[in-house]
């Protein structure tokens, strides 16, 4: 685990600290550096958690566009947690993990269709300062995926903006889930695209 975030974790306690805990343990194998972190203010961590939650129960997108979407945007922003937490989550999900660890290089790899690098291309120009979405992008995308599942895309690549940012900014780093089960490393993203992970 990692130890050198700008706020040191806490201890994480009380009766929701337990079912926290338990949680993550189901989740992930584990409990995290980064919940110990957040446990310094359990009232951001459990709003911040309770929309995961709910963004993980929407179905319009097909799972694998909404994992390479979040993982595209998270690579762009730089944020080593957010990609092994997707990673390892494209895993336990059985989606093709051998796409998903080429998310970080989606526009090198072969591996990809039309449709899958244009969400890619949508959720990086979203997480861009300032957003650069073009209007023929949306409307392609909104012709091939319809309005519910761009709406789902775009409320899915600003959560994981709000996330991987609160992550980068907290020191918040990568803790090795995705090696935990024995996931082949992420591929490495292209020099000059998007911030350093």
């Not at 494209?90 to 072969?110: G, I, Q, Y």
């Not at 392609?140 to 319809?146: K, P, Q, V, Y």
């Not at 599942?149 to 996330?163: C, D, G, K, P, Y």
Request: aromatic content about 6%; charged content about 20%.
């Amino acid at each position: 685990m990692t130890t050198d975030t700008r706020i040191p974790p806490t201890e994480i306690t009380g009766l929701y600290g337990a079912v926290v805990k338990i949680a993550a343990r189901k989740m992930i194998g584990e409990v995290p550096d980064s919940i110990g972190v957040l446990w310094h203010h359990p009232a951001v961590m459990k709003d911040a958690m309770s929309i995961g939650r709910k963004v993980e129960g929407w179905k319009e997108l097909d799972r694998s566009l909404a994992t390479y979407a979040v993982m595209a945007s998270a690579a762009y922003v730089g944020c080593s947690a957010c990609l092994d937490l997707n990673y390892f989550m494209a895993h336990n999900h059985k989606l093709d993990v051998a796409k998903a660890r080429e998310v970080p290089r989606w526009r090198e790899a072969s591996v990809f269709s039309p449709l899958e690098r244009r969400v890619m291309e949508y959720a990086e120009a979203m997480s861009q300062t300032s957003p650069a979405v073009t209007d023929e992008l949306s409307a392609a995308l909104l012709d091939e995926l319809g309005p519910a599942a761009l709406i789902e895309l775009t409320a899915r690549v600003a959560f994981i903006n709000m996330s991987a940012r609160m992550n980068i900014t907290l020191g918040i780093r990568s803790e090795g889930f995705a090696d935990s089960c024995g996931l082949p490393p992420l591929a490495t993203r292209p020099a000059g695209v998007g911030s350093p992970a």
